[in-house]
């Protein structure tokens, strides 16, 4: 093989979520292999093997020194039957949900940010709109 794995060796859990990341993002077997420096065939047997369980939840790692982007992570942990179902919607190869799903779930998204966006201006609007006294801040009054 040409190239070889410039991020060192990987364990085979850490191979398949990789694998299976680049494989989300439409990347052929063979692209992956000469990215990941393994051959391609160990991509489609990883590829094919059932995904690992869901681990515990993690600490998020500390902030990165490199500039390099913190990874995306959920802020509050889903409930089972959602990840149950969410597990049973996703394609078995990839593990990546149906274009029409993620759809769904981003205009969901972006309709419920538009309404926080709405809200937090009202707010602001709400503040602009008091009239101020002029002074500054009060301060308490101390007993001799």
Avoid at 7 to 33: C, D, H, Y
């Amino acid at each position: 093989m040409a190239t070889t794995n410039p991020t060192g060796r990987l364990t085979p859990a850490e191979r398949r979520r990789r694998v299976r990341q680049l494989a989300a993002e439409n990347k052929s077997n063979r692209e992956i292999a000469r990215q990941l420096g393994i051959h391609h065939r160990t991509v489609a047997r990883d590829l094919d093997a059932p995904p690992a369980p869901a681990e515990a939840p993690q600490i998020a790692p500390p902030a990165p020194t490199s500039g390099d982007p913190r990874a995306p992570r959920l802020l509050h942990p889903l409930e089972p039957a959602l990840i149950q179902d969410l597990n049973c919607l996703a394609d078995p190869r990839t593990g990546a949900l149906p274009e029409p799903i993620r759809r769904i779930i981003r205009a969901a998204a972006d309709g419920r940010r538009a309404d926080m966006l709405a809200a937090a201006r009202r707010i602001a609007d709400e503040e602009e709109r008091q009239p101020s006294t002029g002074r500054g801040p009060v301060r308490a009054q101390v007993a001799p």
